[in-house]
Structure formats: C-alpha cells, structure tokens
C-alpha cells in the first residue's frame, strides 16, 4: 500500500512572493505541488513555476554532488569531490588570496534570494572582512528603491500596498500576473469590490488590459511622468492640505519645482497623451484611499533615486501613507529581524575597507556606509577591477544564486572577467553558463530540499511561515548549510553550528522553536500597526516625510526630484537615433521563468518556448515583419535573435523584448554598464535605442 504524505509547506521558486502549498509525496517521492487555500496570506495563489517545481527537483541535469574543475576554465571538463574537499578548497583558497592580497581582493556575490538566506550572505562576508559583496541584481532591483523610500518616507510603505482597502489602485512598472502572484490576486479581489486601477507600462501588459487608466509611457522617462502628476495635484489642489501640514517637510520647495513639469511639456517627453495624465492624476487623488505597487523596473531607468522619491511622494502629498487602504510599512511578524545592521554586522568590517569598496568613489550612495542602506559594490567596477586591475585586482568570487553571465548588463564583458579570476567557487541548482566556469561548483538545494523560515517584505507582509523539506536529491545541500559549514572552516564568529540552531535563533524572540513553531501550525500572522508613524515620527532626520530631503542635499546631490533624459534617446543623442530609431525596454517577464531560470523545465517549456520581441503591428508591417518571424534586435553593445510578437498595445516607436533566455537570445547583449546612474551606480535597461529587423533580410 502506498504512502501518501501531504506536507504544507512555503515556495520559494521565485524568492520572493513565499506562497503557501501543499506538497504530495507518495512513498517518500514528491508528485506534485498544490495550492494551499487556506493560507490567510496568499489564499491558494500559485504560479506555474510552483507547479513544476517537481520537475525541476527531479531535472536529470541538477548538480548533485560538488565538481572540481579539471582542465581549462570554461572546458567542460569535471571531477566528482566530496563535500569536504569541496568546503575546504573553497575556504582554503579565499583566505589564502585574502593573506596574500587583502581582504578586498575576495568579492562575494549573491544572485536572486533563494529562501531567505540573503542577508546572512552579508553577514558572512562581512564576518570574512572584505568590503566587496555585490549581487546580480544590486544596483537594478530593490536596492535602488529601497534608499529613495527611506529617504523620503523613512521606510518600505510603497512595498506594501493595502490594496484589498484600496479605492485606487495604482500599478507603476509592474505586472503582478506575471511576477506577483498574491499581489495580483489582491489587486483582481480589490477590482471586484469596485476598486479603480491605473497602470503605468509601455506595453499593454495583463495588469494593463484591465486598467481604467492605462500610461503608455516612454520607457526610461517615468520620472518625468510622477512630476508631471504631482503638478496636476498640486494646481489642482487635490492634495491633502491637512496630511502634508502635519507629516511632511519641503512642500512650497516642491511646489516650485514642479511648476515646470507641465502635462504639456510632459506628454511631450513621455509620450503618454497628456488627458491621461490629468485624468490618472485626478483619479489618484480623489478617489481615496489609494495605494502604489511597483517593481524592479524603479530600479533600472536612468536616475532611479528619483523615479523612487517621485512616486513616494504622490503618495505622501494625497495623504495615502500609513493609512488604511494606502502605502503602510512592513513589519516582522516578532522574529529577529534580518534587515538591521547588527544582524549583517557591518560594524565588524574595519572602516579603513569602506574607502577600498569597489564603486564607493563614483557611487557613493550604492558603496558607502552611509546608514541607510547595506553598501556594497558596484558589480560593472568589480568587472573592470579584474580586467584592468584599477585601482586593484579583483583574484576570487565566490557566487551564490547568481548567473552574472546572463543576469547583468554587458555580458560579454562578464565572461571576459570570469575567465581571468585565479579562484572562482559558485552554488547553484544546475551548471549554469557562470558555474561553467568555475573551479569549484557546489550543489545547492532547491526550495524543497530543507526547512527554512519564509517571509517577504515585498509580498507577504511581515507573515512568518515555515519551509519544510520535502526531497533530497543527490547531495544537494541549502544556501544556509553552505555558508555555515564554510564559517567554520574559516573560523568566522557570529555563526551558529547547524542550520536549526540558526533558525531557533531568528525564532527566539517568539519564545518558540523552529519545532514548536511547526508543531503549532508553521506560521505567524502579523497585522501592521498602520498608522504607528502618524502618531509617533516617521523614521527620517525631520521626523516627517521628507518632500525636500535635507539627506540628499548633505550628500551633495539635489534634494529635491528632477527628471534626466536617458543617456541615449531621439533627443539626447539624435544622432544615434538615425541609425536606432527604436526605443528599447529590457526585462520583459512571463510567469513561467523567474530571472535566467527554469528554461530547461519542460512544463514551463511548453508553456513559453521561445524568447519573444514585443513591436507594433502597424510598425512591424511597415518593416516586412509578420507575427511569428525571428527578428534580430540590435544596440550599439550588440544583437539578440527572437521571435516577433505584433501587438496595438504598445507605441509604435518601442520595441520590447523578454529577459533571461541565453546565448543569442540574452538581452544583456544588448545593454550598456558604462552610462551608469548618478551616486547609485544602476545601469540603463530600459530607455535604449535599437533597431529591428527580420532576420537574414
């Protein structure tokens, strides 16, 4: 007789959305992945990622045992090891290159969270002391973002938006059916109770499709956009006089300052007609409460600083922070919280490396210590940092959940960087095109190979849950496990023994264990104090949301928001524009991969085979191009190949194309990491120029 097991667990396939499922195991096996609709936070939510995640623990080509490298880098060639000679040559070699070169000459850097270990990742390399930790995304996802909310509103509230109490939702960069699964099942509940939607996007996404007010806008030029909006509420005197008198600081500065940004003079540079400004502008304001989701597409324009403070404040001047319905900031659900600077012990790493943190001269607000955010280095002067050996050389890497050679701008020079390291070590699921070229490899456990603690500031919402193993696949083994036995060997302090005394820890000020807590049900629910800054300060110098933020201005930089015209456009460089008459977008998403992953899943697969190029049909007949032909995209940095898909819904000037896909299909091809973003260092991915045409004309 067959034993059937079903064990509630919490998904990370994605890192960040943690939905509550069910897994089914049959006689010790895993069979399939199920929702769990009685999860209070994600409410049966599930992605097709989720569902094939049984596919993707049992993949023929996950790495189950550690490799070492035998022969050149990058030649294919491997040996099998044990984990203990895996550990050891990984520990030995960094801190051998440590002693002989310094600290700064180890970078350690992360991709995409893989279960909730990204902030232990800072604190052992911290703990090890080099200054230069960096991740994949770093200067393009969240991060960005991140510092312009605690600038302006003292905390993450536009990562939280309550849009179950919403009357107008508004969907800025964002397209949650694609990425945010319990997001966009919120958003769709709130759409059926009468709320009211607008949505920002250069393509007539899912979200957009349903919107009452959708803003095509120019991509790169959304900075231009937010002005143009508060302009409209403030000449209008939409906003919320009372709010503003008694929680913010700088209103008459910004006032003036928006005074230019005109819905003429911004239809003008966002293409978006300016009676949708207005009327997207009005609906905001007056139909309160509303609320503001947003994405990593904050994070990866021109000036994104800006673009994050902008959209905080038509929040903050309409009244909707910290209130019912509106942005409300996130909060633990009682454990230790991760997020602080003791927990990454940052203070443990000697000043004198702060200066030495690769990117700290130009990028400063990225690099240094400067309390407001985890500094740390720019990854395109990382990669010059190996190439040139200015200001010094970079010897060793050591990645985990990362594939640099897809996942960042430039890609060409990435593997050009890779293969001139002396030491590289990488965790991942699979040989991916980085850990192909490394000398060690380590195989990391997927979501349902280990029990961890789950929760997300971006979805979830201060819940705590439990993962609970599920598998074991070869000797795969979890992030966590990883870096805690690799402490040990380099005799880092602030690390636990095991992985379950780490996580007793996190719980302890629960008063419960990670049994107890498992025994109890496997979660914590948290509901926010909204309205807790209202009434005692908002976490900012003033005390108030800072319009005009006196932070900035002692930084040297402008304290006020302003909008830059991508550094390569029809109107920064119309030269250019002759020869790439097309505005680009990078990174458009689809819910069956996450970033550069699960392509070589076969359900999801079959869902989306192939790398797609979003363009205009009107524009497409113009060129010869029909639906389903394979076009080459090209930008001064290179070509991708893909397939054409027509569409009305976006400008006949734009063209957008899918992110993640490999080879002569990886927009980061495409992309440029030279024209970076002023203090935070973030490179250009959408607002580029390109030219497209059918392949082999």
């Given at each position: 007789?067959?034993?059937?097991?079903?064990?509630?667990?919490?998904?990370?396939?994605?890192?960040?959305?943690?939905?509550?499922?069910?897994?089914?195991?049959?006689?010790?096996?895993?069979?399939?992945?199920?929702?769990?609709?009685?999860?209070?936070?994600?409410?049966?939510?599930?992605?097709?990622?989720?569902?094939?995640?049984?596919?993707?623990?049992?993949?023929?080509?996950?790495?189950?045992?550690?490799?070492?490298?035998?022969?050149?880098?990058?030649?294919?060639?491997?040996?099998?090891?044990?984990?203990?000679?895996?550990?050891?040559?990984?520990?030995?070699?960094?801190l051998?290159?440590?002693?002989?070169?310094?600290?700064?000459?180890?970078?350690?850097?992360?991709?995409?969270?893989?279960?909730?270990?990204?902030?232990?990742?800072?604190?052992?390399?911290?703990?090890?002391?080099?200054?230069?930790?960096?991740?994949?995304?770093?200067?393009?996802?969240?991060?960005?973002?991140?510092?312009?909310?605690?600038?302006?509103?003292?905390?993450?509230?536009?990562?939280?938006?309550?849009?179950?109490?919403?009357?107008?939702?508004?969907?800025?960069?964002?397209?949650?059916?694609?990425?945010?699964?319990?997001?966009?099942?919120?958003?769709?509940?709130?759409?059926?109770?009468?709320?009211?939607?607008?949505v920002?996007?250069?393509?007539?996404?899912?979200?957009?499709?349903?919107?009452?007010?959708?803003?095509?806008v120019?991509?790169?030029t959304?900075?231009?956009?937010?002005?143009?909006?508060?302009?409209?509420?403030?000449?209008?005197?939409?906003?919320?006089?009372?709010?503003?008198?008694?929680?913010?600081?700088?209103?008459?500065?910004?006032?003036?300052?928006?005074?230019?940004?005109?819905?003429?003079?911004?239809?003008?540079?966002?293409?978006?007609?300016?009676?949708?400004?207005?009327?997207?502008a009005?609906?905001?304001?007056?139909?309160?409460?509303?609320?503001?989701?947003?994405?990593?597409?904050?994070d990866?324009i021109?000036?994104?600083?800006?673009l994050?403070?902008?959209?905080?404040?038509?929040?903050?001047?309409?009244?909707?922070?910290?209130?019912?319905?509106?942005?409300i900031?996130?909060?633990?659900?009682?454990?230790v919280?991760?997020?602080?600077?003791?927990f990454?012990?940052?203070?443990?790493?000697?000043?004198?490396?702060?200066?030495?943190?690769?990117?700290?001269?130009?990028?400063?607000?990225?690099?240094?210590?400067?309390?407001?955010?985890?500094?740390?280095?720019?990854?395109?002067?990382?990669l010059?940092?190996?190439i040139?050996?200015?200001?010094?050389?970079?010897?060793?890497?050591?990645?985990?959940?990362g594939?640099?050679?897809?996942?960042?701008?430039?890609?060409?020079m990435?593997?050009?960087?890779?293969?001139?390291?002396?030491?590289?070590?990488?965790?991942?699921?699979?040989?991916?095109?980085?850990?192909?070229?490394?000398d060690?490899?380590?195989?990391?456990?997927?979501?349902?190979?280990?029990?961890?603690?789950?929760?997300?500031?971006?979805?979830?919402?201060?819940?705590?849950?439990?993962?609970?193993?599920?598998?074991?696949?070869?000797?795969?083994?979890?992030?966590?496990?990883?870096?805690?036995?690799?402490?040990?060997?380099?005799?880092?302090?602030?690390?636990?023994?095991?992985?379950?005394?780490?996580?007793?820890?996190?719980?302890?000020?629960?008063?419960?264990?990670?049994?107890?807590?498992?025994?109890?049900?496997?979660?914590?629910?948290?509901?926010?104090?909204?309205?807790?800054?209202l009434?005692?300060?908002?976490?900012?110098?003033?005390?108030?949301?800072?319009?005009?933020?006196?932070?900035?201005?002692?930084?040297?930089?402008?304290?006020?928001?302003?909008?830059?015209?991508?550094?390569?456009?029809?109107?920064?460089?119309?030269?250019?524009?002759?020869?790439?008459p097309?505005?680009?977008?990078?990174?458009?998403?689809?819910?069956?991969?996450?970033?550069?992953?699960q392509?070589?899943?076969?359900?999801?697969?079959?869902?989306?085979?192939?790398?797609?190029?979003?363009?205009?049909?009107?524009?497409?007949?113009?060129?010869g191009?029909?639906?389903?032909?394979?076009?080459?995209?090209?930008t001064?940095?290179?070509?991708?190949?893909?397939?054409?898909?027509?569409?009305?819904?976006?400008?006949?000037?734009?063209?957008?194309?899918?992110?993640?896909?490999?080879?002569?299909?990886?927009?980061?091809?495409?992309?440029?990491?030279?024209?970076?973003?002023?203090?935070?260092?973030?490179?250009?991915?959408?607002?580029?120029?390109?030219?497209?045409?059918?392949?082999?004309?």
């Open positions: 007789m067959s034993q059937v097991e079903y064990i509630r667990t919490t998904c990370s396939i994605c890192g960040h959305n943690q939905c509550g499922v069910i897994v089914k195991r049959v006689n010790g096996k895993v069979v399939e992945i199920m929702p769990n609709r009685d999860d209070p936070m994600t409410k049966g939510s599930i992605c097709p990622k989720s569902i094939a995640s049984v596919q993707l623990l049992y993949h023929p080509d996950r790495l189950k045992y550690p490799l070492k490298r035998d022969g050149p880098r990058g030649s294919g060639k491997w040996i099998r090891i044990t984990w203990e000679e895996a550990l050891d040559t990984v520990a030995s070699r960094l051998e290159i440590k002693e002989k070169y310094g600290p700064e000459a180890v970078v350690m850097a992360r991709g995409t969270n893989r279960g909730s270990w990204i902030r232990l990742f800072n604190r052992f390399a911290n703990s090890f002391g080099t200054p230069n930790w960096t991740e994949s995304g770093g200067a393009q996802c969240f991060t960005p973002r991140s510092i312009a909310q605690r600038l302006t509103l003292g905390g993450l509230a536009l990562e939280w938006p309550d849009v179950e109490n919403s009357r107008t939702i508004m969907v800025w960069g964002a397209n949650p059916p694609a990425t945010w699964s319990p997001k966009s099942v919120k958003i769709i509940r709130a759409r059926s109770n009468g709320a009211r939607l607008i920002v996007d250069p393509v007539m996404s899912n979200m957009a499709s349903k919107a009452d007010v959708w803003l095509p120019r991509p790169g959304d900075v231009a956009l937010a002005l143009g909006m508060i302009n409209v509420i403030i000449n209008e005197r939409l906003y919320d006089s009372e709010y503003i008198e008694k929680y913010t600081v700088g209103f008459e500065s910004l006032k003036e300052r928006v005074s230019e940004y005109t819905p003429e003079r911004v239809s003008e540079i966002t293409w978006v007609p300016k009676e949708r400004i207005i009327e997207a009005r609906l905001f304001a007056t139909n309160r409460p509303s609320s503001i989701v947003i994405s990593a597409t904050f990866e021109v000036d994104p600083i800006q994050g403070r902008a959209v905080s404040i038509i929040s903050a001047i309409t009244g909707n922070v910290d209130v019912r319905g509106g942005n900031f996130p909060e633990t659900a009682g454990q919280s991760i997020d602080t600077n003791d990454i012990m940052i203070d443990d790493l000697p000043k004198e490396l702060d200066s030495k943190r690769l990117g700290a001269d130009r990028y400063p607000i990225l690099s240094k210590y400067l309390k407001i955010n985890f500094p740390m280095a720019h990854y395109p002067t990382i010059e940092s190996i040139t050996g200015r200001p010094y050389r970079v010897r060793a890497m050591f990645i985990m959940g594939n640099p050679m897809l996942s960042i701008a430039n890609s060409e990435a593997a050009e960087a890779l293969s001139r390291l002396e030491f590289l070590a990488v965790a991942d699921l699979f040989l991916s095109k980085t850990a192909e070229m490394a060690v490899v380590l195989p990391a456990a997927s979501w349902l190979e280990y029990d961890g603690l789950a929760d997300s500031v971006q979805a979830t919402y201060g819940h705590l849950r439990i993962r609970q193993k599920a598998a074991t696949v070869g000797e795969a083994r979890s992030d966590t496990w990883i870096m805690i036995e690799l402490a040990k060997r380099m005799k880092l302090k602030g690390f636990w023994s095991s992985e379950r005394e780490y996580l007793d820890y996190i719980l302890s000020p629960t008063g419960m264990t990670f049994e107890q807590l498992r025994e109890r049900g496997g979660a914590i629910y948290h509901e926010p104090s909204v309205g807790s800054r009434k005692n300060g908002f976490n900012t110098p003033s005390g108030k949301i800072e319009l005009y933020s006196q932070t900035l201005k002692e930084w040297g930089y402008d304290p006020l928001p302003f909008y830059t015209e991508p550094f390569e456009s029809p109107y920064s460089t119309p030269e250019v524009a002759k020869q790439y097309f505005v680009l977008t990078t990174g458009r998403r689809v819910s069956t991969y996450f970033h550069t992953a392509r070589n899943v076969p359900a999801l697969r079959d869902i989306n085979p192939e790398p797609v190029v979003e363009i205009n049909s009107d524009t497409a007949r113009e060129l191009i029909s639906n389903g032909d394979m076009v080459r995209v090209e001064r940095r290179g070509y991708v190949i893909m397939k054409a898909k027509l569409t009305q819904g976006i400008h006949p000037r734009v063209v957008a194309v899918q992110h993640g896909w490999p080879d002569e299909a990886n927009d980061n091809r495409l992309t440029d990491n030279t024209a970076c973003a002023t203090g935070i260092g973030s490179t250009t991915l959408r607002g580029l120029l390109c030219n497209i045409r059918r392949e082999g004309k």
